[in-house]
């Protein structure tokens, strides 16, 4: 089931339209005291959504989408009794901050990597109005000293995308991954938006240098996860670029690749409605090729 919602990413990735199937509610589960997860209930909502309460700001990380930020505002002013302060972009896509014109509009102020920022301000789907682009922007690193906890927020370059922004929030031991984990999804590597399949890796075991057997991993899409699971899907990242860099070392071409299934024995585990294992398959030839 949980693989059929995740089919309409396809949609709100590609050209941020209006998924078909929408939420009736967002869900929540608390990861840590205070720290939630968010996400669509019955329905796409967007990628996942995590939310910090507590004594001195109420921070959400991501917004969902134009679509569906609504429903996500209800449970997170549930959650937290008062409105959001802060939001942190992790990248760009519109199933990540399709809601920021909407939450900013509520007195929430956006922080995002300077990159994300700079792709948001031609795309008409994201500069939809005033308080649409983060106003406040980071090149590396920015803490947030908040609720008795301390929100790191670092850039990894050259990922998911080129604005990438990952959070570590320290005393709780949780880190929200955003796109740069796709927890036992092939993961989308957006090639034409800066990512790349080796910054992809490097992101991940950046990550898991920052991890311990405790942590909390808040990956952009699917369950919550933890070390162990991030080692499990980067080891399975990490293998299928060798298995498509073999074919492409023999010298086969895109399509005799693709024929040849590489990734057929991570199919049943990996593939899902968005990236499909030809078009896993694909963006490593893509990425080993330039083309
Ligand atoms: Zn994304």
Redesign the pocket.
Known sequence: MRKFFYALLAIS?TSHVLAQQLPTAFKSQEVSPGIYVLEGEDGFGG?NVGLLVGDDYVVLIDDAMYSTVGLLIDAATQLAGRPVDFVINT?V?G??VGGNEFVADLGAIIVAHDNSRKRMIPDPQLNTGPGALPVLTFSDKVTFHINGDEAFVFHIKNA??DGDAAILFRNANVIAAG?VMFNYLFP?I?LDSGGSVSGYIAGQQKLLAMANDETVIIP?HGPVASKADLETNLKVLIDAKTRVKVLVDKGLNADEIVAANPLALYHDDYNWGFITTERMTRTLIRSLTGK
Request: hydrophobic share 10%; net charge negative.
């Open positions: 990735c990628g990248h896509h199933d990540h998911h995308t796109d989308f957006d952009g």
